[in-house]
């Protein structure tokens, strides 16, 4: 009896690795049949997409070129419009040298400026001295090109802001050629030219005097 205990031994080894291969054939066969059902899952839900889309009856067609987004072009930068318009006002000023001012100029001795429609008791307030002198421009020095520029961006800016009466110190043309006021008799013109300009007079003694003039603006806005 005891010889063959061994074998008994073994007999009941080779059942376990008999049931251990039965179970892993089931495990892989289990597996098996999972992928499948997996694989015709998807495979269904392809044929289900294309039906959709009408593939299957050549309704569609693939892209031959790769989608491109189109981007908008960056706005330009801001243009300074204030400075563009300042621009185009000297361009229309314009101002000329040879406009004849002898038929506009009021025939007394100090040549003084009215526009039509504006009566005498403005020129004669202003030689008063009953308007308030709120800015001025000095001339002097100044070449005729340069003055003449400066002079009308000067008016040009005041009458902007609102400012009504300014005198323009033009000198009395004692240091020119012949001691005779070049400049005096162009700022009469240019001053003319401006339509900001409603008049002007000789400045008062205390003043200027015959040296500057006193300019009356339009209001803000005409």
Known sequence: MPAKTPALKSLAELKQVQRALAEQREREAAEAAARAAEARRREAEQNLFARA?????????????????????????????QQQLDAAAVLRE???????????????????????????????RLRAGEWTLQRQIDLHGLRSDEAREALGA??????????????????????SPGKQPVLKLKAQRWLIQKKEVLAFVQARPAEGGAGALVVLLAPAGR
């Open 53 to 81: 889309i009408g593939a299957d009856r050549g309704a569609t067609r693939p892209l031959r070129h790769k989608p491109v987004v189109v981007l908008s072009p960056a706005p330009p930068a801001p243009q300074p419009v």
């Open 154 to 175: 000067f008016i040009r800016t005041a009458h902007r802001q609102g400012v009504r009466c300014v005198r323009v110190v033009h000198g009395k043309g004692l240091g």
């Open 94 to 124: 314009s101002l000329s040298d040879e406009f004849d001012v002898s038929t506009l100029l009021d025939a007394d001795d100090q040549m003084s400026f009215r526009r039509p429609g504006i009566g005498t008791d403005v020129t004669r």
